[in-house]
Every structure is written in C-alpha cells, then in structure tokens.
C-alpha cells in the first residue's frame, strides 16, 4: 500500500520558520510520517500550502531550463 505524501525530494529545513522548503513539513512530522492514519496525513497536506505562503516560502519549481 503506498503513503500519500508531499515529499519532492527536496529536503532542506528553513532555519527561521522549521519548515521543509520542498513540502513545507517539520522534522516531527516528517519523522513520524509513516505511523500517521491516511486522513492525519492528508489533513496535514491540505494545510500545507497555506502554512508555507504564511511562511513566505515557496515550494521550488521544477527546472524547465536543462541543457543537452
């Protein structure tokens, strides 16, 4: 069974907020992820985008720009 998660491998903690810049996670809950129910982890995803706009944070865009 797979786990719903926002993960982009992007995994870098801002210092200030304690967000993910790439999911907009804390640590406590990227740690405890796994042994989340599926409704605590959607819930938590629901939020996050709003978390990390009242973070000021953006989450990276994909490279649109690679060379050959």
């Known amino acids: ?3 719903e998660t926002p993960c982009i491998a992007v995994c870098l903690i ?3 907020t304690g967000l993910c ?3 907009g996670r804390t640590l406590p809950e990227i740690a ?3 042994r ?3 409704d605590e982890r ?3 995803m629901d939020a996050l985008p709003q978390r ?3 973070a000021g944070l953006e989450p ?3 490279r649109t720009d690679r060379a050959s």
């Open 1 to 3: 069974m797979s786990i």
């Open 14 to 16: 801002d210092p200030q």
């Open 21 to 23: 810049f790439g999911c």
């Open 32 to 34: 405890r992820w796994h």
């Open 36 to 38: 989340l129910a599926s």
């Open 42 to 44: 959607l819930a938590i």
């Open 52 to 54: 990390m706009a009242e």
């Open 60 to 62: 990276p865009r994909p």
